[in-house]
C-alpha cells in the first residue's frame, strides 16, 4: 500500500541551527510533495509545493528537496528561531492528498 | 480576505447520536476536502469535492458516514450513530483547484460520550 512517513520522534535544535525534517515514501511516485506548519489546536498551514521534475524550491528560510531515487524529501529550516516550534507535516499526492503523521519541532533559545 | 470557516468548534454528543459538521470555504474555491486528526495522529483523508465531479468518498471508514456539498460551497459532514471512536478533530480544507495548496479551517472538536 502507499504509504508517507515522517519521524514520530520529536526535534529539538538550538536557536540558529538548521533545522532538517524528512519524509519517505514507499510503494508508489508522487506527482509532488506539499509541506504545511500545524500549530496546537490549529488546521495546518501550506509552506511550500515540490513537483516530481524539481530537485529544489526555496522560500525564504525555508527549502525543500525531493530526491525521487531515495524516495525522499527533506525540509529545511536555516537559521532556525523559537517561533518556528510547531509540527510539520508533509504531503504526497497520488490520486488524493496523502498526510504523513509529522514532525514536531521544538527551537530552544 | 476570509478564510475556510468551521462550526461548531467543539461538539460534545452522547454515543448513538446523529452530528452534522459544517464547513464553509474560500469563496471561489472548487476543491473541498474533510480530514480527522486523532490525537497526535496524522490526517486522515475523509472525502472530497471537486467542481461538478462526483465526489471521492474512498476515505470514509464506514457508511455511517456521509457528506455533501451544497451550491459548490458549504459542505456538511455527518455522522449517524456517534461512536466513542468517532471521537477526533474534523478538518475541512478547500484549494483553487485539485492540484493546488490547501487552506484549513480550525476544525471541529469532536466528543462522544
Known amino acids: 500500500s502507499q504509504k508517507i512517513e515522517q519521524n514520530s520522534e520529536a526535534l529539538n535544535i538550538q536557536e540558529g541551527k538548521t533545522a532538517t525534517l524528512t519524509c519517505n515514501y514507499t510503494?508508489?511516485?508522487?506527482?509532488?510533495l506539499q509541506w504545511y506548519r500545524q500549530d496546537p489546536g490549529r488546521g495546518p498551514v501550506f509552506l511550500l509545493l515540490?513537483?516530481?521534475?524539481?530537485k529544489e524550491k526555496r522560500k525564504e528560510r525555508l527549502k525543500v528537496t525531493f530526491d525521487t531515487t531515495l524516495k525522499q524529501s527533506l525540509f529545511h529550516i536555516t537559521a532556525s528561531q523559537p517561533a518556528d516550534s510547531a509540527t510539520y507535516l508533509c504531503?504526497?499526492?497520488?490520486?488524493?492528498?496523502?498526510f504523513g503523521t509529522g514532525t514536531r519541532l521544538q527551537v530552544f533559545p | 480576505g476570509a478564510g475556510v470557516s468551521q462550526s461548531p468548534s467543539n461538539k460534545v454528543t452522547e454515543k448513538g447520536k446523529d452530528v452534522e459538521l459544517r464547513c464553509d470555504p474560500i469563496?471561489?474555491?472548487?476543491?473541498l476536502y474533510w480530514y480527522r486528526q486523532s490525537l497526535g495522529q496524522g490526517l486522515e483523508f475523509l472525502i472530497y469535492?471537486?467542481?461538478?465531479?462526483?465526489?471521492?468518498k474512498s476515505g470514509l471508514p464506514s457508511d455511517r458516514f456521509s457528506a455533501e456539498r451544497t451550491g459548490g460551497s458549504v459542505s456538511t459532514l455527518t455522522i449517524q450513530r456517534t461512536q466513542q471512536e468517532d471521537s477526533a478533530v474534523y478538518l475541512c480544507?478547500?484549494?483553487?483547484?485539485?492540484?493546488?495548496?490547501?487552506?484549513f479551517g480550525p476544525g471541529t472538536r469532536l466528543t462522544v460520550t
Open positions: 515540490i513537483r516530481e521534475n524539481e
Open positions: 510503494n508508489y511516485s508522487p506527482a509532488y
Open positions: 469563496s471561489g474555491h472548487t476543491a
Open positions: 504531503a504526497s499526492y497520488t490520486d488524493k492528498l496523502i
Open positions: 469535492f471537486q467542481g461538478n465531479s462526483a465526489p471521492d
Open positions: 480544507a478547500s484549494s483553487p483547484g485539485l492540484h493546488y495548496e490547501q487552506y
